[in-house]
């Protein structure tokens, strides 16, 4: 330690002498001075508190001068590092430095070299400094960013390099005996506890006209955005907007629009996404990435450019998610469709005039690109008739084409095989909002084209690299993937003239052909996606058939038969993951919608064993395939020759279809907690149905067009269809049941008088109420009744009101209340009732017309 006498001179000081006196007080000194000569020249001794003391002192002759020496000496002491202890000393000084810049510019120097000092190695002489002057350290850093107020430019650059240093941490240039470096990543954690980038945030409204320091404070910003802690700071302090205003600034060097589309990308990625979505989602910000975007695009010839280009599309893409967003207003989703479809449709547009496209990676990223911005923007409805003025249909639907040899752009095989399958997913998002502008381009007609060329034999080598063409390499079984999704979106917007469309172009014959054909050639390899396509194929054909007779006999024997071979599917494979589930989802679908209600279909259905399936797939007992199979055999009962094969069905152990469908009533009965005793019988005979469920649902009011919680008890648990199953096999001579099948049996056949047996209750109750009515306003006993008290009122005193009402207008008036608050005073008298009643005869004469108007209102 150094002792305030080792510093009385400066002179001392400087030559290194070391008092080795024992005074008592002594005061902490920078550095560390040993005994080891190696390390006499690293700390030079200063008391730093005399020197803070000096820089405090005012209107002295020569201060001046003693001042920046003291300055310039203490920055010489640490050219080899600043110890951790020592740090809260040191930038209490560039703060006091900082503060006489103003009126004593020389300052500046001094403040200068001292904030160069903050790049080098912080030191501990401990393992524990590290957490010891933590707060001391952060609150050091921090100040970095308040001294960016200083209006100094060679000061604000000399901070941000300070900073970029911290994450580029170098080696003390010199060993220091008795230290360490601290750790690598000290300093960011530290600026990250101190909110360094909030102030350097705040910083870039200083800095409107100064180009070289606003690309140093960008250069920070990208820095400190590479942590989530910071991240969050700088979006709350308004970052992402206040950059993204600015990135159609002036910028020779390219350097601006570099570092701010790197710091947005990282805060959408390491802070809120929604926040900074919704900082920028304003007129400002998309104008400024509207004009940076078309600036790139139209005059942008580098990779770097393209690349740039490519990422301002991106961050576009993901603010146009919000529909909040003013897209349409600042004029982008116009220029965005205009660019996606210039290739495809031409336009006169100057802004695409002499542009084309290169097979570049850039260019190729770039396209798609822009069809998936297409579908984000036709979210938002407006943006429809944009849609409709770009040709948008009709650019998409030149890809929905087998390969040919000339294109319009040169891309390579396997990048327009990608645009293809890009562009079809695209139409699936786009053309069911624009019905008119498929038709008019024969959608119809391209799609089911494309689809025969993808089921036929032409040799087609496709590559199968990208994200729409999984499971398609080396066949066509993406573009039918993509073209089948294609077709079941415009088939279920129940459009009568697309549908109709379709089927008179032969739709349902050639689903049910790509089907068998499918199912003839198995392939195990790309088993997914096939039950993908037969899924869909099955969906199609359902939107097609539903409620049309003539389209179900169209559908016939051959789409029984496909149906029948999918229900013949190994159970186990069910459990596989790969999508037999939702294809057998499908299957139930299109006996509902293509089978039943036609007496021919389902005859076959039935020949061929197909209510056997049915049962089998029943007897799996998967609650999420009962309710909807047995709604199927509800219906099948309909057909007088369904009960036989009902009772001839076996499963395993012998049982029989009563038998499971009484097991199945018992375990939704458990599942739902209706109360039963061992054997099976009604515990709560006046709620003999009642579920744990509908005992704790509280009363609430539902709208008109709302289902009632009985009326959804019915439709969703599957009681009433086995009531309904059973009801049709008329409940007798059952084969194969147990004594507690019968008791079960029992309840399952009074379910209906148990059922409104709570409806009779309230249909009493009602007819009662009615009744009572009636009686209070056409019974004559009822109406002979004494007349109740007359109740008569004197009029309010004047005293109150201020005198006679002589003035017509004094409802207009305000009345002052004369003598304090308002007196109560007896105003109200009882008289006594009259003895007559009223006449009889009266009563008599109207009880008719009483009568008669309550039965009419009734």
């Known amino acids: 330690m150094w002792t ?156 941000c390099k300070c900073i970029v240093d911290f994450y580029h941490a170098e080696p003390p240039k010199k060993h220091i005996p008795g230290y360490q470096q601290a750790s690598s990543s000290y300093k960011i954690q530290m600026a990250e506890v101190g909110g360094l980038a909030k102030t350097m945030v705040q910083s870039m409204t200083l800095l409107e006209n100064q180009l070289v320091e606003k690309l140093w404070v960008l250069k920070v910003l990208q820095h400190l955005s590479t942590s989530e802690v910071n991240c969050t700071i700088m979006m709350k302090a308004q970052a992402a907007s206040g950059i993204c205003t600015h990135l159609n600034d002036p910028d020779p060097s390219g350097q601006l629009l570099f570092r701010s589309s790197e710091i947005l990308w990282n805060l959408l990625e390491k802070s809120s996404k929604e926040e900074v979505i919704q900082q920028l989602s304003n007129l400002e910000c998309l104008l400024a990435l509207k004009e940076v975007f078309k600036n790139l695009f139209m005059r942008g010839f580098s990779h770097y450019d ?326 199927i055999m509800v219906e099948f009962c309909d057909n007088p020759k369904t009960a036989a094969h009902v009772n001839a069905w076996q499963g395993k152990k012998d049982q029989t279809a009563a038998s499971l469908l009484i097991k199945l009533w018992r375990k939704e009965e458990k599942e739902l907690g209706v109360k039963r005793d061992k054997n099976g019988k009604i515990i709560d005979t006046k709620k003999p149905l009642f579920t744990s469920f509908q005992e704790e649902q509280k009363i609430i009011p539902l709208p008109a067009n709302c289902p009632s919680i009985a009326v959804m008890d019915v439709s969703e648990n599957i009681r009433a269809k086995i009531y309904a199953i059973l009801g049709k096999l008329d409940f007798e001579n059952l084969p194969g049941l147990s004594a507690e099948d019968f008791v079960t049996l029992c309840i399952i056949h009074r379910y209906l008088d148990f059922k409104i047996q709570a409806t009779h209750k309230q249909r009493e109750l009602a007819n009662k109420s009615w009744e009572d009515f009636l009686a209070r306003t056409s019974n004559a006993k009822t109406l002979k009744v004494p007349s109740g008290g007359v109740v008569t009122v004197e009029s309010t005193p004047a005293r109150l009101v201020g005198g006679p009402l002589v003035d017509t207008d004094i409802a207009l008036k305000k009345l002052p209340i004369r003598g304090g608050a308002l007196q109560r005073v007896k105003a109200v008298k009882i008289v006594d009732a009259p003895k007559k009643s009223i006449p009889t005869s009266w009563l008599e004469k109207m009880n008719v017309d009483i009568h008669e108007v309550a039965r009419k209102q009734r």
């Open 4 to 159: 305030e006498e080792a510093g009385a001179t400066a002179e001392a000081q400087e030559s290194g002498i070391r008092n080795k006196s024992s005074s008592s007080s002594q005061i902490p000194v920078v550095g560390v001075v040993t005994e080891d000569d190696e390390a006499q020249d690293v700390f030079k001794p200063m008391d730093l508190n005399r020197v803070i003391k000096l820089l405090e002192e005012t209107d002295k002759d020569g201060l001046e001068e003693k001042q920046l020496k003291f300055v310039k000496k203490l920055v010489q002491c640490y050219q080899n590092g600043l110890p951790l202890r020592d740090l809260a000393q040191i930038f209490k000084i560039l703060n006091l430095c900082s503060g006489k810049i103003k009126n004593q510019p020389r300052f500046i120097e001094s403040a200068y070299d001292i904030i160069k000092l903050c790049g080098l190695p912080f030191l501990k002489k401990k393992v524990s400094d590290e957490i010891t002057y933590a707060e001391d350290t952060a609150n050091s850093i921090a100040l970095l960013g308040d001294l960016m107020k200083i209006p100094s430019s060679e000061l604000r650059i000399q901070i």
């Open 306 to 631: 393209r690349q740039l280009r490519n990422d301002i599309l991106v961050i576009t893409t993901i603010i146009a998610q919000n529909p909040e967003a003013p897209m349409i207003e600042c004029g982008f989703t116009k220029d965005l469709i205009l660019f996606a479809t210039f290739n495809e449709v031409k336009s006169q547009n100057l802004l695409v005039k002499g542009l084309k496209l290169s097979n570049s990676y850039e260019d190729f990223e770039l396209k798609k690109l822009l069809f998936n911005v297409i579908v984000i923007l036709c979210k938002d409805l407006p943006t429809v008739q944009l849609l409709i003025d770009g040709k948008v249909i009709l650019a998409l639907f030149t890809y929905v084409k087998k390969p040919e040899k000339q294109k319009i752009i040169d891309w390579s095989a396997a990048q327009h095989e990608e645009l293809q399958l890009h562009a079809i997913a695209t139409l699936s998002s786009v053309a069911p909002l624009l019905i008119e502008e498929y038709m008019s381009c024969q959608g119809n007609a391209r799609v089911l084209a494309f689809l025969e060329w993808c089921e036929s034999e032409d040799p087609f080598f496709s590559h199968g690299n990208s994200f729409h063409g999984t499971g398609g390499r080396g066949n066509k079984f993406a573009q039918m993937r993509y073209s089948l999704r294609l077709l079941r979106a415009m088939v279920y917007l129940e459009d009568e003239t697309v549908n109709k469309d379709l089927c008179e172009k032969g739709t349902i014959q050639q689903m049910i052909g790509i089907f068998k054909n499918i199912i003839s050639k198995p392939n195990e390899k790309e088993e997914a996606i096939v039950l993908e396509i037969q899924s869909d194929i099955l969906l199609i054909l359902s939107g097609l058939c539903e409620n049309h007779i003539q389209r179900k006999e169209i559908f016939g024997t051959e789409g029984v038969d496909i149906v029948l071979h999918v229900m013949k599917t190994d159970p186990r494979k069910l459990q596989s993951g790969l999508g037999y589930n939702v294809l057998l989802f499908s299957t139930l679908d299109s006996i509902w919608c293509c089978i039943l209600g036609c007496y021919p279909s389902e005859d076959y259905f039935l020949e061929k064993e197909g209510i056997f399936l049915l049962l089998d797939l029943l007897a799996l007992n998967q609650k999420k395939f009962c309710n909807l199979i047995l709604g």
